[in-house]
């Protein structure tokens, strides 16, 4: 997957100084500029271009020429707070000083990646074996069949790499351990042409030696505006890692078991969680003998989404790298939790 833009950013400046600096900041972030200051390639080039750096000197000129308001546009002043209100009528989501180079750079960066803001949904298991990551890689899949970007990411350096369960662990691409100790701001083109694709999902999983990450805020930043849908396989022991995941997530969910003891796991992940009402839910997985989804439910004093029945093949799926791509208890339970969150 890559979002490469097809043109460059465009630079509107008549000043030949400027123009130098820009192409210093576009070449910073891996682009070429373009540099126009005849308006009627400004309005030829402004609806395409992935991002416009303006100089102020330039503000009213074209808005004098009436270019339609739009994103990614990057203005740069010797003093932003005089322009700021002229700017913003351009659609400016950054004013930034001349002088400064590093918040230029910064501010393209953004305006390169876009504004996208990714669904997150964290998945949880309340005790080990539940099918927390089977039913993670199934809403990824899910989304994928509903037209959207979709990323799948390993918060667990323990369980042998998520890649495995997708069926993916032949696929190339860079595992959290290519991606540790990243600072700064990351990429979102840098990130999505780095990442192994499988079945339309992208994966950001763990390999089969992982140990502790610690560059985690960034490249979990450039997911959330990247893709349409982050689904965050959490561990219950909760370390920076699962802990950034769960406060970038619009719903988590838990999964439980309907036995005694699955309850009580359930009762205590739910102390240690943060949430707020209405962010939790669960999905329970049937057990001979177990109470119902309404106890659960009650017990838990959370709402119960589905209740997935044991599938035979599910395990043999698995191991033969299908993923849980034909199960379809866990698929219908996937697709009940894409639709609590509005992504129909």
């Not at 576009?26 to 308006?39: F, I, S, Y």
Request: with cysteine.
């Amino acid at each position: 997957m890559s979002s490469e833009p097809t043109s460059p950013p465009l630079v509107v400046t008549s000043d030949d100084g400027f123009a130098e600096s820009a192409r210093r900041w576009c070449a910073a972030v891996g682009r070429e500029a373009e540099t126009v200051a005849d308006l009627g390639r400004v309005r030829r080039a402004w609806r395409s271009a992935p991002a416009i750096v303006v100089d102020a000197r330039d503000l009213s000129e074209l808005l004098a020429a009436e270019v339609p308001r739009r994103d990614q546009v990057v203005v740069v002043a010797p003093q932003p707070h005089e322009v700021w209100r002229p700017a913003l009528r351009l659609g400016a989501r950054d004013v930034v000083a001349h002088g400064d180079d590093e918040a230029v750079v910064e501010a393209l960066l953004r305006a390169l990646d876009g504004a996208g803001e990714a669904c997150t949904v964290a998945i949880v298991g309340a005790c080990g074996g539940v099918g927390a990551s089977t039913l993670a890689t199934a809403t990824a899949r899910s989304a994928v069949d509903r037209g959207l970007r979709a990323v799948l990411v390993d918060g667990d350096p323990t369980a042998g790499g998520l890649d495995l369960v997708a069926g993916a662990e032949r696929v190339a691409g860079a595992r959290w351990d290519d991606l540790d100790g990243a600072v700064g701001h990351v990429a979102v083109d840098e990130l999505t042409t780095s990442l192994p694709v499988h079945r339309g999902v992208t994966l950001v999983s763990f390999g089969r030696d992982a140990g502790p990450i610690h560059g985690v805020a960034p490249v979990v930043s450039a997911a959330v505006r990247g893709f349409d849908l982050v689904v965050a396989d959490v561990p219950r022991h909760l370390d920076d890692l699962g802990r950034e995941l769960l406060t970038r997530a619009l719903l988590i969910v838990l999964v439980v078991p309907r036995r005694l003891t699955g309850i009580v796991a359930a009762r205590r992940l739910i102390e240690r969680l943060d949430v707020q009402p209405g962010e939790l839910v669960a999905i329970t997985r049937a057990c001979s003998g177990g109470p119902p989804s309404a106890v659960v439910a009650r017990e838990l004093g959370v709402p119960v989404l589905a209740d997935v029945r044991h599938c035979r093949r599910l395990a043999v799926d698995v191991e033969q790298g299908l993923g849980p791509a034909k199960a379809r208890p866990v698929l219908a339970a996937s697709r009940r939790i894409l639709d609590t969150v509005g992504l129909r």
